[in-house]
């Protein structure tokens, strides 16, 4: 160091370098169950008991019928079944947490179960697992085999043709339910007829909601346009209740609104929204889910979204606030509940945390991984950032890939992307202009088409939309308005694919629980009941499936590497010529560097993996044992590739005794003869980042340790980059070509070299 | 209805589609893209019918689960009651939004004599108890 540091600093500066993480804009909140900052144990969490009276709850969890809150009745009258709750109750906490996560215990045992346990039963029997146990029990109990997904399609200025666009690509990639919002509340009919296009193109199936004011959304979904809904919230607490402007009776009415209505509908609840709503009477996370659930099984909702939802920061700056999350999913489906789980509101800024915990749905499965995996960009998503998002998609298709687990996404090939969004924009811009409510410019579409984000669209602006939502109401537009308009544009297939969609409310089919359609048919926990009872059994990915989760892009292989060098011999024949001068003897001058390299250097291999052109290499290392007073003679070694050995045996061929080792991909090393193999001298281990200059510093300090001198070793400076991960596949590939050259006792042979050109 | 569905039924539309009606009697079939063109199809068409509701209880039931058949059993009689009576009956169930249960109760006496709603109409009479009990006929605002 040249200027003087301070040392004076009070910390160490560790501290600094954490401080800038993204992690430490996460706040962490201390234990404190008196208000109502914990997880698992509540101050006043009740301590599970239940007394039958004549088919009649008299107590439950420590309160007497007289007191019960209108949660406590509620649950008391339509959740527990007192034919079961007698034998159920009964069993001890520790042996029902020990059936969760028995293989051999039947998840419709446990489900059966369940309709006899208190809240408080259910939250202490889950408390016992750790995060593991939770994770296995949680895949062994949800409710359908085969896992799905749901996406978030929204976007900044609540643009139609965006939308449409986001929608087709969210099809596309495999979720099998899409939710959107709006920025402005008006343009809710907008909005649900645009992702109601976009969701029918390329395929049909995908159910779709829009998340607006409770009366309105029915009134959008009996318009046809949605098929759907997930908001229909509750709580744990009687004020948060009453505060959510609802009551357990208001909720299940509105449920058996939808059912009337053809349309699918779930509950919604998650750790810490009590917390957040000030009425959390210090009582935990847990315990207050398990009321949310066992009220939602006895409204007769088919499912639930839940695990944290808009609370998951909250709950999870709470000590074992993410075991927290995932025991409330877990109690879900061991209530029977289709789970959407949660894995939406992002419930920090560091992508580690994120990653983790998703990680346990992700390899386990569940109905809906995320209840809104962003699809768009952050800044797009009107629901606030979700854990994955846009930005982080393919992160997830390769977990999917890494674990061999199906999150229900696949790959979309980027032309096939711009189709489907064209299509899109076209089919909607058409049922616009023709239902007379706007007309979209070509330089709207085109701008549509290709923009990643709604930063990037010159398209409608919100007051546009808000005219076209205004009319869309006014005009009673439906869906059989829609599909006629597309049939009319020759949007035959996306007619289709409306129609089927909406035929599915006729039979109510995916009105039983976790129903989604696939391949054009609706599965659920009826027809495809998760039937995991040990290895070999429950969901498991067909080829055909495996097949898609490996599809991802840019995946490198042996022809894609050799062709790639087919491009660097053309360079390099310009720059260099190799000559074979026969087997090469041992040297007797003694500034003599001997260079040894691998038997594909030149011939089969062009480049090293920082790019440099071999031959630049050799001129480097060439001016370097120059400037040390030394003389190169290249080596071609046939018996191996390996650099320590190339270096050894090119030392022991060298007049000085030192040698320097290279392989192709631009591994280096110097040695010595009379060394081990693996004890060198100096050695350039991470190619991709070693230069020209280190090479020439290499080739210079080659000639000091012949003079029986210690030079400043090279250092190659690396800033932590993941080398192994950007690089080692080419290596091995590059590296295989190699070793299937070298032949057993092969001789070496010298090689002459000419420089063609003067530049590297 | 005659005998009762169970799991291997489902999903009904494939496998039982004669037993798959809309609301003006249409069957599955006919409800192509070439009828909807022609204007034979409208939404009524598309509306759940009881039948289908109660089908999808029984469903429910075989497996367990009768919560959800309960709520699929409601909503099939809710399908009778006019849009504009769900949601007001709705907003009526929402806390504070009555001064005191009688008119809860008047509601459920209403949808039984009109819509013949058994199950709602107990179930709101049931709520006008509980909220009485918990004080929730205070005005909120």
Known sequence: ?760 | MTDKLHAKDYPIAETRPERVLGQRGKPLASLTLEAVMDGDVGMEDLRITPQALLQQAQIAKSVGRTALAGNLERAAEMTGIPQAEVMQIYELLRPGRTKSKQELLDTAQRIRSNHKADLLASFIEEAAEFYEKRGLFRKRY
Request: with cysteine; charged share 20%.
């Open chain 1, 1 to 760: 160091m040249t200027d003087s540091p301070s040392y004076d600093a009070n910390r160490w500066r560790r501290f600094d370098d954490w401080d800038n993480r993204p992690l430490r804009q996460d706040q962490f909140a201390v234990e404190d169950p008196e208000n109502g900052f914990s997880a698992f144990a509540g101050a006043a969490d009740p301590r599970p008991g239940l007394t039958i009276l004549g088919g009649q709850v008299t107590e439950m969890d420590g309160v007497p019928a007289e007191e019960f809150d209108m949660i406590d009745a509620f649950i008391a009258t339509y959740h527990i079944d007192p034919h079961i709750a007698e034998e159920a109750m009964a069993i001890p906490s520790s042996d029902l947490a020990r059936m969760l996560v028995d293989m051999n215990v039947p998840r419709t045992a446990l489900t059966r179960l369940a309709r006899g346990l208190t809240p408080a039963k259910l939250a202490e029997a889950v408390a016992q697992l750790n995060a593991m146990e939770i994770a296995f029990a949680y895949s062994k109990m949800r409710a359908r085999k085969t896992p799905g997904n749901q996406a978030h399609v929204t976007n900044a200025k609540d643009d139609p043709l965006q939308l449409a666009a986001d929608a087709a690509i969210a099809v596309a990639l495999g979720f099998d339910e899409i939710e959107t919002t709006m920025r402005v509340a008006r343009n809710s009919w907008s909005n649900a007829l645009a992702c109601c296009v976009g969701s029918a193109v390329g395929r049909a199936g995908t159910l779709f909601q829009c998340s607006s004011e409770e009366a309105e959304e029915l009134e959008i979904g009996m318009a046809g346009f949605t098929s759907y809904a997930e908001t229909v919230s509750v709580y744990g607490t009687e004020s948060a209740f009453i505060d959510g402007d609802d009551t357990p009776w208001s909720k299940a009415w509105l449920a058996a609104a939808y059912a009337s209505r053809g349309i699918k509908m779930r509950c919604t609840s998650g750790a810490a929204a009590e917390l957040l709503m000030g009425f959390h009477e210090a009582k935990s996370l847990l315990y207050l889910e398990a009321r949310c659930l066992c009220l939602q099984r006895g409204m007769g909702s088919q499912g639930t979204q839940n695990g944290g939802i808009d609370g998951a920061p909250l709950a999870s700056s709470i000590p074992g606030g993410v075991r927290e999350i995932m025991a409330e999913n877990l109690i879900a489906v061991w209530l029977d509940l289709e789970c959407a789980s949660g894995n939406d509101a992002r419930h920090s800024e560091s992508d580690m945390r994120v990653a983790a915990k998703v990680l346990p749905y992700l390899i386990g499965g569940s109905d809906l991984i995320c209840s809104g995996f962003g699809s768009i960009l952050k800044y797009d998503n009107s629901f606030n950032p979700s854990s994955f998002n846009g930005e982080e998609l393919e992160e997830f298709l390769v977990l999917q890939r890494d674990f061999e687990a199906d999150g229900g996404l696949t790959s979309v090939e980027d032309a096939r992307a711009l189709d489907l969004r064209r299509r899109a924009i076209d089919a909607l811009s058409f049922v616009l202009n023709d239902l007379g409510l706007a007309t979209a410019t070509t330089a709207m579409k085109r701008s549509v088409a290709v923009a990643s984000g709604s930063n990037d669209t010159d398209s409608f602006a919100p007051r546009d939309v808000a005219l076209i939502s205004d009319k869309i109401r006014a005009n009673a537009v439906d869906v059989l308005d829609v599909i006629r308009s597309l049939h009319r544009g020759g949007f035959t297939e996306e007619a289709e694919n409306l129609l089927f969609l909406i035929k599915l409310r006729v039979s109510g089919d995916y009105l039983q629980t976790s129903a989604i359609v696939r391949d054009g048919h609706v599965i659920s926990a009826i027809n495809d009941p998760n039937d995991y009872s040990g290895p070999g059994s429950g969901y498991r990915l067909t080829d055909q499936r495996r097949e898609e989760l490996v599809a991802i892009r840019d995946v490198l292989n042996r022809e894609e590497v050799l062709r790639a060098e087919a491009v660097s011999e053309m360079s390099e024949a310009k720059s260099i010529r190799y000559q074979s001068m026969g087997p090469a003897t041992p040297g007797t001058t003694a500034h003599e560097i001997v260079v040894g390299v691998s038997p594909g250097f030149g011939s089969k291999i062009f480049r090293t993996l920082a790019g440099h052109r071999l031959s630049a290499v050799l001129r480097a290392l060439e001016t370097g044992i120059e400037r040390g007073g030394g003389t190169m003679r290249l080596v071609r070694f046939w018996h191996t590739a390996d650099t320590s050995f190339l270096g050894l045996s090119a030392a022991c061929l060298s007049g000085s005794g030192l040698g320097i080792g290279l392989q192709s991909k631009g591994t280096a090393v110097i040695h010595q003869k009379d060394r081990l193999p693996h004890n060198n001298l100096e050695l350039f281990s991470n190619a991709p980042i070693t230069t020209l200059e280190h090479y020439e510093q290499l080739g210079f300090n080659a000639t000091v340790y012949a003079g029986d001198a210690l030079p400043e070793p090279v250092v190659v400076p690396t800033r932590g980059e993941a080398l192994g991960a950007r690089f080692h596949a080419r290596v091995a590939l590059t590296y295989a070509i190699e070793t299937a050259m070298t032949e057993d006792n092969s001789a070496p042979e010298d090689l002459k070299i000419t420089f063609l050109e003067q530049s590297t």
